[in-house]
């Protein structure tokens, strides 16, 4: 395998003192002790909860070939018998190789931020740039202080794509995480009450997603939401950032990348766009109107970084739900089988509404029944109250037919549903497993949604072990459970 770095780069890009015999180079680097591989630099970084360097033993047991460590922390390494780099500040070395790795790249560079979608949308662009050449993405969210440095800085040097998540949840974050990716194309995907505690009101989240157009590369393009409410005051915060070429995505008329005619199909959606001047037809393979959206966004930025419009759209079929971020799972029920939307990664406002959107359109049985099952949206401030209340619109609109809540934040919405649709409110997700377990019946379909911190993911968990899987499904097109096409008999079993 090729070297990412030599050591003689390590140390001069680092200014970093070498103790012991250095390698030749490093494969790959790590934070992570406990998936480090064979050959990788591991670097000892601090964090809130753990400090890097209590892992450097475990660190070289796992196949590091070196160790940066901190001069202050040295002391504590005298009996290690792997080779180190000393250096002043590990967090700031990694950064100074981050920028090494940006300089001497060819690659294309695409930054993605937003409220919501930037994993999706990150995802999305793996799938449908990868066709066109070496294509470099940041695993799982790294979209923070270290996790974008690290996703930079192991940017292979031959890599033709790079794509960067970036994330914030105060003011001021994104401006020294851009500055060191310097994208060729900056996406904003949408803009939302998400992580709402910090600010004032949901325009000065904008302001703050709008820090992504600080740090474009000169002649860097800015790509924005043509349908978001605040589409104008990003397009005037591009100006004001000096950024020359604006462009937009959606369904407006006047969007550079826009959807002319949206199928939407059980299991996928069939778009009909206009990227530039091309006209493109292709297939999601995964349900929804916030995926149509983040399309338009990577079909943007593929024909802006040049790469293959045509191999993209027809890689887009390929495009599935993430983990937690609607993985469909049809499982076994008695006699019959009902379906599950896992949407328990992560809830804000906008994303709840999307997978409401989502559960309105999923096929159901003859008799099945199309149940939310939501709990706190977390992070919200003074307009906590207000937001839980506003789902009670999208949930009528998509007649739902019953909503289960979780959480004291979602009193105020229990408050405001009609009580027809109300089937129960629960302090905890626990509280909810039995209950919901029982009630239950062959052609359902289940959506669940809410803050990482509700502990969703075990409430999932806990049905597909209790309901184990009657099909491979996830996200694969069986997306129906017991679909209504099907004779009443056997749909419900
Ligand atoms: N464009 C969109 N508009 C509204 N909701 C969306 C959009 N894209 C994705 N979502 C919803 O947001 C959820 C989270 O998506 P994703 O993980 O891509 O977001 P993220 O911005 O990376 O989140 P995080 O800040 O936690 O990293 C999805 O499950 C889906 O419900
Ligand atoms: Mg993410």
Request: with cysteine; glycine share 10%; aromatic share 4%.
């Amino acid at each position: 395998m090729s070297l990412l770095w030599t050591a003689e780069e390590l140390v001069t890009i680092m200014r970093a003192r070498p103790v012991g015999q250095l390698p030749e180079g490093v494969i790959g680097i790590s934070i992570d002790s406990r998936t480090i591989g064979q050959g990788e630099a591991f670097f000892a970084i601090r964090g809130d909860r753990f400090d890097g360097h209590d892992y450097v033993v475990k660190a070289m047991h796992g196949g590091a070939a070196l160790a940066v460590v901190s001069e202050d922390k040295l002391v504590a390494f005298g009996h290690v018998q792997l080779p180190l780099l000393v250096v002043t500040n590990v967090l700031e070395a990694m950064e100074a190789l981050a920028r090494a790795a940006r300089a001497r790249s060819q690659a294309k560079i695409i930054a993605v931020t937003g409220s919501v979608g930037k994993t999706t949308t990150k995802e999305m662009l793996r799938t449908v740039l990868s066709p066109s050449g070496l294509t470099h993405v940041s695993p799982a969210s790294f979209n923070n202080h270290w996790g974008v440095p690290l996703t930079l800085a192991r940017l292979p040097a031959d890599a033709a794509f790079g794509v960067f998540e970036i994330g914030m949840n105060h003011p001021g974050e994104i401006t020294p995480l851009v500055k060191l990716v310097k994208p060729h194309v900056a996406i904003i995907t949408a803009i939302a009450a998400a992580h709402l505690g910090a600010f004032k009101d949901v325009n000065q989240i904008a302001r703050a997603k709008a820090e992504i157009f600080s740090g474009l590369d000169r002649d860097g393009v800015a790509l924005i939401n043509r349908d978001d409410k605040r589409y104008k005051l990003l397009n005037e915060l591009a100006r004001e950032a000096g950024v020359k070429r604006i462009m937009s995505f959606g369904t407006k008329r006047g969007a550079h990348f826009r959807a002319i005619n949206v199928r939407p199909l059980t299991d996928c959606t069939v778009v009909d766009a206009r990227i530039g001047e091309e006209p493109v037809t292709y297939k999601i393979g995964a349900p929804g109107a916030h995926f149509v959206s983040n399309s338009l966004a990577v079909l943007g930025a593929v024909s802006l970084a040049g790469a293959n419009l045509a191999k993209a759209g027809l890689a887009m079929a390929r495009v599935k739900p993430e983990k937690g971020r609607g993985e469909r799972h049809l499982l076994n029920l008695g006699s019959g089988r009902f379906t599950l939307i896992d949407e328990s990664y992560n809830a804000n406002p906008a994303s709840v509404t999307a997978a409401i959107a989502l559960l309105a359109g999923a096929p159901k049985g003859a008799r099945g029944r199309r149940i939310a099952v939501l709990g706190d949206m977390l992070e919200l401030g003074n307009a906590s109250q207000r937001l839980h209340k506003s789902l009670r619109k999208p949930l009528e609109a998509g007649g739902i037919d019953l909503v289960y809540l979780v959480g004291p934040e979602m009193q105020a919405l229990a408050e405001e549903l009609d009580p027809a649709m109300l089937a129960g409110h629960y302090a905890s997700a626990a509280d909810l497993e039995k209950p919901l377990l029982s009630a239950l019946k062959p052609g359902d379909v289940v959506m669940t949604k809410a803050s990482l911190g509700t502990k969703f993911t075990g409430l999932v968990a806990a049905m597909i072990k209790a309901c184990t899987p009657a099909a491979a499904t996830s996200g694969d097109g069986d997306a129906g459970g017991d679909a209504s096409s099907k004779p009443v008999g056997r749909a419900t079993g």
